[in-house]
Structure formats: structure tokens, C-alpha cells
């Protein structure tokens, strides 16, 4: 019994947790440009001017 | 991350505006870069933003920075850009979101009680019950409070009007559920239902957010495919600067300039310069119209041949095609009374639910039990009759149905048009730009010369004239390189003159006679007849055929002239009504309807529009006006009109397995409701019962995906 009072909290807490995070990144419109997110890691990061490259 | 903002001016952000711009032509990742950053290096440009898979650009910007020079400076960047107006569709978006939040909320609430439910049903008493109980009601309170308002608000509306819908039932089963499974706890009863409700507003939430999804899918499909330009016109100012004007601005007095290619935005007439005007999206003539000094123009017609300066003389409600909305307004409001098949089922499934549900209570109370097992027993009833084949079984079919199409290029709107799609019995065309593919193809290249090809080529390019604009075309396409011309000169409603290698050549005006258009190519002395159709779209005969085999005879119903749609009608061997204006199109489909008979409408132009709003179910080609697009049901994208064909048989299999999974729901209710009856459910047998029937009902649903093949 005593080792519910922990766990039901946590089970319910981590419920919570992946509740909040739905929710934000839906507020946070993630899910508006699925297709845009996946090709926006091929964008190389701009170089500063003068920023010597690698060969 | 991807240095797409560059606040130039902190101060200015504060009056910043935002403009959305269409930019079809994005394909990968470098585009994405591209735009944001040469937009973001634009000076007055506070944040510029890709949606890849809308292919939209929001910017955000200063007032200074007007939505023509965002637009040169994304043509700048390489790519065409359209000035979006706000979307007529996407107004509704939101709600698929409050839903798809009461699912998420519904699915913790169902994990974390159904995991102190398994607890109690393998075996947990006393105490360690009671305390699971409470904590089930803990959690199972708020979150029915928040994922069951979609049903109760739906369900007290109904109830409002005093008719019923699959909600009310719904309703009633979770209250009552609620209510005697809180009884059950506070008493330390052996039996609590939380479990069996959240998993049932979860279900019944999925079905809905499906449904939501796929409107919001095809409309979005939709919304990519309308040119979407903010209609609006170049005013010229008192001091002779012209000025960039809002539709809704305009006033009648001001005076506009119309480039060659553009829309009109108000009635009006013309002051200075002749130009073609192409009305066919206003009446379905296929035959461009010459117009000079004095003449009226009206709005929704394409300037096509030279620049001119109109007066205005109504714009905004008062312009010609504002009547082509009352109308459709008008027309479009029967829509509602459509009764989906889901409510439909309920009007019968509901009373005889509840009237199941009483008996069981009067029956147990009669046989002596007392009122608290009765309520109980007659709960367990309500909670396994709810209506889960309802609520999921008629969305989860009609999303694969709807997928399966837009894989094959049918964007259909909502659920409710695969229902009338299915019901159809008869398909009224129009004919320019829908039975025709809308634009003129010339036929006789072959016999021109290289040199004749090539000097074609270059004087077609120089002109906006749909017949140049087709020529051009056809060129291009045989890899024809143009000609080096120059002193180009056009004369509006004569043609394109010009010389090449020191000889006059011209591409003069199209001469009637026979079907549709021709033009005449001269070089030197010499002429050549270049002569155009507006072809009939591929396998239009063959579509009208399968059409009729499928009991949906076809006729023609067209703006044109009885010259232009008597061989198009031989051809496909159908009847026809020629100079049908708009409002004729609606009472020829009024008087069908009156008949019994469930129209079909296929059309594109404006003209088009009340009629598709008036019939049973329309479809609308992907070359449509935005009118025509919006007023439809569904849009197809491909050249062939096959696709109807194809959405009439996938829409009737949709019912079909609408209609096995009805049959699946009254089985899995013939085998579950006397057990009800006798008393024999338990809140685990509820929760089995209810998972795999809905599971059943999906996996029919899914049987669907190559419907469309």
C-alpha cells in the first residue's frame, strides 16, 4: 500500500507531463508544417562573411 | 535557426502588418532558405515565414512595405508569388484542434483510470477498491467535465429545437453512467463505470477529430489549388500615380488600369484603349469579346489583349457578379437540410435504446431487486448499446474512402458529400472548361515550316491572347525555339505584327467559320491557317458511358452558344440546353430536383457557381474558378474527367461499408444486450465489448484504402 502513494503520483504526474507537452506544441503550432520541418534540417546554417571553410 | 528574422527597426515591429503570399513553385529545402532569407534581407521586412506544406510565405512587415513589393521581391528571389486574400475556407480550423485537445485529455484520462481499473477487476478489495474507485472518479470527473462538452453542447442544442440527434442518446449514457458509478464509490459498491465512459467519449472524440481532419485535409488540398488573389485593381490617382487598391475599397467614379491579363475587380467602362475580353467564367462563351471606348465591362472577366483605363461604374455589391453570389446564397440553402446517415441511424437506434434501457430498469424493479441493481443493470444497458458503430464507424470509413480519392486527385470536401455522392442519380455538365478542358489547342502545327514554327513561337510569346497564349503552348512543348523578332506591335482584336530578318511577319486576328477559332500566320507573302478547338477533355465519352452504366444518365448545360455545344453533345451522345445564364442553370436543376431526381453538377465558371450550389452533389475540375472550387463538394486535378466516374463508385462502396458496419454494430448488439439484460455485464465485460467492436468497425473501415484503384 505504501508504495502506491508514491506511485500513483508519479503514473498520474507523467500523464500530466506528456498532457502539458501535447498541448504546447500544439499552441505552438509543431504540427502546422510537417513536410516544412522535415526538408528545414537540410538548410545549411549561414556562414558569416569572411568565416573561412573547411576543404 | 534558419536566420529568417531581421528586426531592422525594434520601433516598427510594434505597427507591423501581415501578408500571406501563395508560392507554388516550392520544391525543396533550398527554396525554404532562400525566400527567407532574401526576404528577411529586405529592408521593412520584420519575420518572414515558410509553410512548406501549404506553400505559403507569412511575412510580417512595416506598413510602408505595400504586398506588390513583397510580391516583386519574391518574384526577384525566382519564384511566382500570389498576394493571398484571407482564406474563405480555413475559417473552421479551429475546431478540429478543441477536439483533437478533448481527445489527448480523454486518452490520459482512459490510460490512467483503465490502469487502476485493471487492478480492481483482478482482484483489489476493500480499502485498496475504495481508494481506486476514488482516485478513478478523481480523474474521470474533470476530464468527462472537459472531453464530453462537444457531445453535451451538440445534444442540448438539439434538444433546444426539440429533435434528436446520436448525441443526446450519448448524453444521457455518460451522465448517467457518471452519476451512479459516483453513487457506487461513495457506498463502496462493487461496480464503478468510469473506465467504460472515458473510454467512450475517447472513441467517439477519435471518430470526430477524423472527421475534422479530413475536411480540413481537403480543404486545405482546396484552398492550394484557388488562385486566391486578393481581388483588387491599380487606381489612378489625381496626380497620375496609380495605387493599389482592395476590391472592397473601390468606388464607382475612380478610374482603373487594367494590364493585359488581368481580372477585372468592378464593373466599369472603358475610357481609353480596345482590348479582348474573355468572359467565359461569367457566361461559359468560349469566344473572347472585343471591347473599346464606351463600351461596358464588368467585373470576373479577363482583360486579355491590351492595356485599358476604365471608369467604374459599380463596384463591391453591386457589380455583376455579386448577383452570382446572392443567387448562390439562395441556392446553397437547402444544403442543410441534408440529414447525415450517422444522425439518420440515430433518430431510430436512440428511442429504442432508451426504451430497451427502461424496460430493463421497470423489468428488474418488477422482478423485485430493488431500484439501486435496476439503475445499475439498466446503465450497463445504455453504456453497451452507446453508439460507438455511429459515432466511428461512419467517419473512419469516409476518411479512408476520402484518402483513397485524394490519392488519386479528388479532394471531397466533408462526409456528408461522399453521402450524396453515393446518392446521385443523374449528372448535369456544363460544357466550356468542363466537358472541354477550357482553353483552345491548336490542331494543324504539323503542316507549318521550321522557320514558320519558330516565328509563330515568338510572336505568340509576345501576345497575352488565349489563342497566342495556346500557340505559344503547343511550341514549347515541341521544343521550338523562338525566332529573333523585333518592333513588335499589338493591336487589340487584330493581332501581333512584327520583323523578322527584315520580313513583316504577323500572327492576325482569328477568322470564324467551322468550329471554334483560327488564326492567320503571315510571312511575306506567304499565309498560313493556323486553326484552334477547345478540346474535349480525354476519355470524356468513355466517362459519360461509365456514368450511365452506373445509373447517373448525363446531359449538357451550357452558357455557350447552340453553334458551340451541338458538337460536343453529338460527341458524347447526350442531350443539351445551350444559353443557359445562371439563374436558368438553377431552375433546370430546381425542376430535376423536384422531379426526384438527385443532380449531380460538374462545373468550373463563375457562371457555374448557383448551380453547384443548387444540385444534390457538384464536383468541380482544379481549373475551376475559386467560385466554382468553393461552391463544390469535391475537386478533381487531373486533365481526365475520370475522376467523377471514380468518385461516384468509390462514394457508393463508402456507404456500403457504412452500411456492413451498421449491420457489424446491430450483430455485436444482438450478442451484447442480453447480457446487459440478464445483469451480467460488469464494468470489464463492458470495456472488452467496447474496444473490440470499435476495433471490428476500424478494420472494416480500412478495407477501403484501395477503393480507389
Known sequence: ?55 | MNASVALDDLKTAETSEDSRFAVPTMRCAGCISKIERGLADLPGVIHARVNFSTKQVAVSHTPELTEDKLKGAIGLLGFEAQILADNPLSEDRGDTKRLLRAVAVAGFGMMNIMLLSVSVWSGAIGVTKDLFHWLSALIAIPVIAYSGRPFFASAAMALRYMRTNMDVPISIGIILATGLSLYETATSGPHAYFDGVVMLIFFLLAGRVLDGMMRDRAREGISALLKQTASGAMIIQSDGTTVWTKAGEIEAGMLMQVAAGDNLAADGIIIEGRSGFDFSMLTGESDPQNRSVDDEVLAGTTNLTAPVKVRVTAAGKDTSISDIARLMDEAGQHRSFHVRVADRAARYYAPAVHCLALLAFVGWMLAGVGWHQALLISVAVLIITCPCALGLAVPAAQVVASGALMRKGVLVKDGSALERLAEADRVILDKTGTVTMGHPVPTNLSLLSDDQKSVALALAQSSNHPISKAIAKSLIAKDILPAKIDSVIETAGEGVSANWNSVGVSLTRPQKGGNGSATQLTMGNIAQRITLTDEIRPDAEAVVESLSELGLPASLLSGDSMEAVTPVALQLGVLAQANAKPEDKVDTIKRLSKQGDKVLMVGDGLNDGPALAAAHVSIAPGSASDVGQQAADAVFTSDSLMPVALAVKVARRTMQTVRQNFGLAIGYNILAVPLALSGMVTPLIAAIAMSTSSLIVVGNALRLYGAAK
Not at chain 1, 506511485?7 to 499552441?27: D, K, Q, T
Not at chain 1, 504540427?31 to 573561412?52: H, M, N, Q, Y
Open chain 1, 1 to 55: 500500500m505504501s508504495g502506491l502513494a508514491v506511485l500513483i503520483p508519479i503514473a498520474l504526474l507523467m500523464g500530466l507531463c506528456g498532457l502539458g507537452f501535447f498541448f504546447w506544441a500544439m499552441r505552438n503550432d509543431q504540427f502546422e508544417d510537417l513536410e516544412g520541418a522535415a526538408l528545414r534540417v537540410l538548410i545549411e546554417d549561414e556562414k558569416e562573411v569572411g568565416d573561412d571553410q573547411e576543404v
